[in-house]
């Protein structure tokens, strides 16, 4: 193989005793010795290197760099932020692919492109052809930088022993740092080839290159060759230039909307122009969304798509089989083979993957827009028709650290035994529910920081008459804002209703309170909907504005879900039409603390992005939130943003203890009642405009986006039981609040003292608020909080700013507000830390050891419970 | 690399093991290896009559379907089952694990086969 370009890796493939064959004109490791099976394997559920250096890498920079990209690639380069990359097509004028490629920005000013290696020399040639128009330079960057590839559940580990380094990039898909490896810089992203959740990319000096791809093997990579990757992206569904994306087996051009990759690498944004293909690209995706959308009477803008495909026959289809839908044919296989997978045992997080291989028959094929999902299909092997169907996906990566097989037609069972007739069903339903209240109440350590018993009073009223009644009201303008009730005999609760809003002005300190809305979520969905509505109160003919932009706390780093564009934003977020993205930016946090903003940094993006509505915040809460410095700068830059705390989570602490939102400067206040506060499970707006502000109509809007807006009846009974609750805490907060808090400190402190790893700053005893963050180990949270439920000890696993997602979860968060209200003091909460830490640390089982120490603390305090009270719950007792 | 003395070979990485009037016949260690991962192996069924140098099964790995032919023409009196189950078989130990015993219509063509020092050279090369 003489004529054959080598990479920098080529020495290390000979030396490991790779089988080296031609591709693209490189000689490149098909595999190594261990093969392609073992090699797959080990990438899934460990980790793997790929030698990619035979790729092209071009730098692309210059005044016009930006147009130009604009110009030859198909997705938004507008979109992609500093130390991000994306997916994009170099696309030709008919709308098909000459490539498909990553485009990464490390640097303000600089591109990273970076090609298949069959077609990088057409790619630089088509690149050098159309930069001439523009005031930009392209450089081949490919003999200079080394690239490998490390993907597996293990890489995040190997990498950060690689350059000792505890932080690498942000956890998420794309995203880029730069980090230094012995006095170089080493490039890393968040990409791959894959669909491994987590992997990186390493761009090195090419000198560096083999020394890293030999340390990476010694740190525990597996070398993988071209035989893997290419059954590992298959499983994971991705495209290969030549099969999804170039000419089809007939020679056609295969239209780049063909392949399902298309919708997040082409950009229509007006801001990209007109471009290289634009007008067939959206033509094509007229076809797309006909498909999509099951509109099939003409699908000549788009004949065909990609879709995965399975094989439950026997048989193993290639690239170029048939595939036939009742006789017809309908399609085409682009990629097909064995590939290898490991069985998993048991359901949901408790499943485990196990040494057992096993292998199964997949592939991807162009399949006529008209044929669906389940479809049973046929596909022609060596003159066999062998059964298959058209499979949503071959793996799924959405349960981190492993990317998972999916198998075609497995179902989830649940099973949980019920006996034949009612009678004894209501029977057991009854047991059952009193055994888990001994359990909950009498012998479990309840640590979850979003929950709360509530008091016997608080209990027994939630379950009063009202709770059967109705009351819907609305404020009446012809009655100077009376109230007017659309029900009768609703004279009780509208005297409860009154108070509970009196209570609750007093606890938050504020001019108004909503008190329908049911939960902290409906909360939120109220005020975003009041705010979007109140923006567009001025013309009522147009389609709504929806907010932008907004800033919240990041979900990966504690942000409450209810703020976040997949939780109560969802419906009222813009998108950018620059970005594409929602208009959604994050509070930056302090380096060496990603649990605190970053006040400085906050304040540069706020300048930056004006945000209409900046809501403070989270459910993973460690530090009190600068609302006071940020009402400043708002204030001194003269910006009309609206600050909004969601406290869910720390509802109960408002005040001298933890914050003031009001006084600190918030505009709106939402929360839910049962976390930190005293319960029952609902919700509270709450604002401080005076009556003659020009605000004044949006809280308004938002008492109507509360009712008719998200609530008729709303659950009567609970706002009985929550008036007794704030009758709690408004007289006993000031204890309570102090308790909590140091009880906190405290336990933190006693957890950190028993060898656990809390985290935090230990400089303020870890937290300011109710909650505690221990780290377990990546990955292990999931696992260490079952061991403690199985102690009747429970708590929620979490994930750190560092992880992926909650499957990953290498910490659990744990709050201490139930419990203190149990009476729980410093030596209860440092035995509990010294039994956690015998669970966690040494497996021990402490069960009964829990069981004794909870039921020394079940009646709880900071309640009302004199004899007269006592009196009067029996006699609202006896009326059952 | 594996090869066994007194069983005959062809071109094509089949051997053959010559009993009376039956030929056991199956793919060398040499082929196993060069295929990689075996995942799939299809047999022709009792009875079926099949030429010489006719492909008479296949074997895939995960990279490549391979036809494998049958080096003297015959009617084929067993095959490998288990080798369907589990194709593996074919890279733990290609000679124990044969394929397909056929009656031999024309034992002459034995003759056209390589033993087992000739076929040794071929693989060299």
Same mark, same amino acid.
């Given at each position: ?13 000979? =030396? ?88 990464? /920005? ?15 020399? =057409?790619? !630089?040639?088509?690149?050098?052809? *159309? ?92 070398? %993988? ?63 797309? =969304? ?37 006789? =017809? ?52 092997? /060596? ?61 479990? %350590? ?62 938050? /300190? ?28 001025? @013309? ?41 993205? $929602? ?18 940094? $906050? ?95 949006? !809280? ?29 805490? @408004? ?36 937290? &300011? ?50 419990? $203190? ?10 035995? +509990? ?14 069960? *009964? ?18 004899? *007269? ?12 | ?13 089949? !051997? ?11 793919? +060398? ?58 194709? &593996? ?8 694990? !044969?394929?397909?015993?056929? *009656? ?22």
């Amino acid at each position: 193989m003489g004529n054959l370009k080598h990479t920098l890796f080529y020495n290390n493939h000979v =030396k490991a005793g790779a089988t080296l064959v031609d591709f693209g004109g490189w000689e490149m490791p098909i595999q190594y010795p261990a093969g392609i099976v073992d090699e797959h394997i080990h990438t899934r559920i460990k980790s793997g290197i790929f030698d990619v250096s035979h790729m092209g890498r071009f730098i692309v920079s210059g005044k016009e760099a930006i147009a130009f990209l604009q110009h030859v690639l198909t997705n938004n380069v507008l979109a992609l932020d500093l130390l991000q990359a994306q997916y994009t097509m170099i696309q030709n004028s008919n709308g098909g692919a000459l490539d498909d490629a990553y485009l990464y /920005r490390f640097y303000e000013d600089e591109y990273l492109l970076v090609v298949n290696a069959a077609n990088a020399k =057409k790619d !630089w040639q088509h690149l050098n052809k *159309e930069i001439v128009a523009f005031d930009a330079r392209i450089i081949d960057q490919s003999a200079e930088i080394a690239m490998i590839s490390l993907q597996g559940p293990d890489s995040k580990t190997v990498l950060k022993k690689l350059l000792g380094s505890e932080n690498l990039t942000e956890p998420l898909k794309n995203a880029l740092a730069i980090l230094d490896y012995q006095g170089e810089g080493l490039l890393i992203a968040r990409t791959g080839y894959t669909g491994e959740p987590l992997g990186f990319e390493l761009f090195a000096k090419a000198a560096q290159g083999p020394a890293i791809w030999e340390k990476l093997l010694d740190l525990g990579a597996m070398a %993988i060759g071209l035989g893997a990757r290419d059954t590992l992206r298959l499983e994971a569904g991705l495209p290969l230039y030549g099969h999804e994306l170039g000419l089809d087996s007939d020679g056609n051009e295969i239209p780049i909307f063909s392949c399902p990759l298309a919708k997040f690498a082409v950009s229509f944004a007006a801001v990209k122009g007109d471009y290289i293909g634009r007008e067939a690209l959206a033509n094509q995706y007229i076809g797309f =969304k006909k498909i999509m959308e099951r509109d099939l009477a003409d699908l000549s803008h788009l004949a065909r798509i990609v879709r995965p495909i399975a094989i439950t026959g026997r048989g193993i289809a290639r690239a170029g089989c048939k595939v036939y839908k009742d006789g =017809k044919e309908v399609g085409t296989v682009t990629s097909a083979t064995m590939v290898p997978y490991l069985k998993a045992v048991g359901y949901g997080l408790d499943s485990k993957i196990t040494d057992e291989k096993a292998m199964r028959a997949i592939g991807l094929a162009l399949i006529d827009g008209d044929v669906e999902l389940n479809d049973a299909v046929a596909v022609e092997i /060596r003159g066999k028709m062998v059964p298959a169907v058209i499979a949503p996906y071959h793996m799924k990566s959405d349960a981190p650290p492993f990317a998972r097989p999916i198998l075609y037609g497995v179902e989830v069972e649940r099973k949980f035994d019920s006996p034949r007739d009612y009678e004894t069903k209501a029977l057991n339903l009854l047991e059952k529910s009193y055994d888990n209240t001994i359990l909950r109440q009498h012998q479990t %350590i309840n640590l979850i920081p979003s929950e709360q018993t509530h008091s016997a009073a608080v209990r027994l009223l939630s379950i009063m008459d009202p709770s059967f009644r109705y009351a819907e009201h609305k404020k009446t303008k012809s009655f100077y804002d009376y109230d007017v009730f659309y029900y009768q005999g609703t004279a009780f609760i509208d005297e409860i209703e009154y108070l509970l809003m009196e209570e609750m002005k007093k606890y938050l /300190r504020c001019a108004e309170v909503e008190t329908r809305v049911i939960s902290g979520q409906m909360a939120n969905v109220a005020v975003f909907s009041a705010l979007m509505d109140y923006k567009n109160r001025v @013309n009522r003919k147009v389609d709504a504005k929806r907010l932008g932009y907004v800033m919240n706390n990041h979900i990966i780093r504690g942000g409450h879900l209810s703020a976040q564009p997949m939780g109560a934003l969802h419906d009222y977020i813009a998108v950018d039409p620059v970005t594409e993205k $929602t208009a959604v930016v994050n509070f930056p946090v302090e380096k060496d603390n990603p649990f605190k903003i970053d006040v400085a940094e $906050t304040k540069k993006v706020i300048e930056q992005y004006k945000p209409e509505l900046i809501i403070f915040g989270k459910s993973m809460v460690l530090h009190k939130e600068p609302v006071r410095e940020i009402r400043e700068f708002i204030d001194a830059q003269k910006l009309s943003s609206i600050i909004m705390y969601d406290m869910a989570h720390v509802l109960g602490l408002v005040g001298d203890h933890f914050q003031d939102p009001f006084a600190e400067g918030a505009e709106l206040v939402t929360g839910s009642t049962h976390k930190t506060f005293f319960g029952t499970q609902r919700g509270v707006i709450a604002g401080n405009y005076d009556k003659d502000d020009y605000k004044y109509g949006l !809280w308004e809007t938002i008492e109507t986006r509360a009712f008719p807006g998200s609530v008729s009846n709303h659950h009567l009974g609970t706002m009985l039981g929550l008036l007794m609750a704030s009758y709690e805490m @408004n007289c006993f907060k000031d204890l309570y609040q102090k308790n909590v808090i140091d009880n906190a400190k405290y336990f933190a402190k006693c957890l950190a003292d028993c060898g656990l790893e809390v985290a935090g700053d230990p400089a303020i005893s870890y937290t &300011e608020t109710h909650q505690v963050v221990v780290r377990v180990g990546y990955g292990s949270g999931p696992e260490v909080a079952n061991r403690l439920e199985n102690n009747n000890i429970i708590i929620n696993y979490q994930a750190t700013p560092e992880e992926e997602g909650f499957t990953a979860s290498g910490a659990i968060r744990i709050g201490v507000a139930e419990m $203190t209200r149990f009476g729980f003091g410093k030596e209860a909460f440092a035995e +509990t830390a010294a039994l956690m830490a015998d669970v966690i640390l040494r497996n021990k089982d402490v069960k *009964e050891d829990v069981k004794r120490l909870r039921g020394q603390f079940t009646s709880l305090k900071y309640c009302f419970d004199d004899e *007269e009270i006592a009196a009067q719950l029996e006699k609202l007792k006896n009326t059952f | 690399m594996k090869i066994i003395e007194g069983l005959k070979y062809s071109k094509d990485h089949e !051997w053959v093991k010559v009993e009376g009037n039956l030929a056991t016949v199956g793919i +060398t260690d040499y082929a196993q290896h060069s295929l990689g991962d075996i995942v799939f192996v299809e047999l022709p069924e009792i009875g079926d009559v099949i030429g010489k140098e006719e492909a008479f099964g296949v074997v895939e790995s995960v990279k490549a379907a391979s036809d494998i032919y049958l080096p003297v023409s015959g009617t084929v009196v067993k095959i490998n089952e288990a080798l369907v189950d589990e194709p &593996e078989l074919l890279n733990t130990d290609a000679f124990e694990n !044969w394929m397909v015993c056929v *009656e031999m219509d024309d034992p002459a063509q034995l003759d056209e086969l390589m033993d087992a020092a000739k076929y040794d050279t071929i693989c060299q090369d």
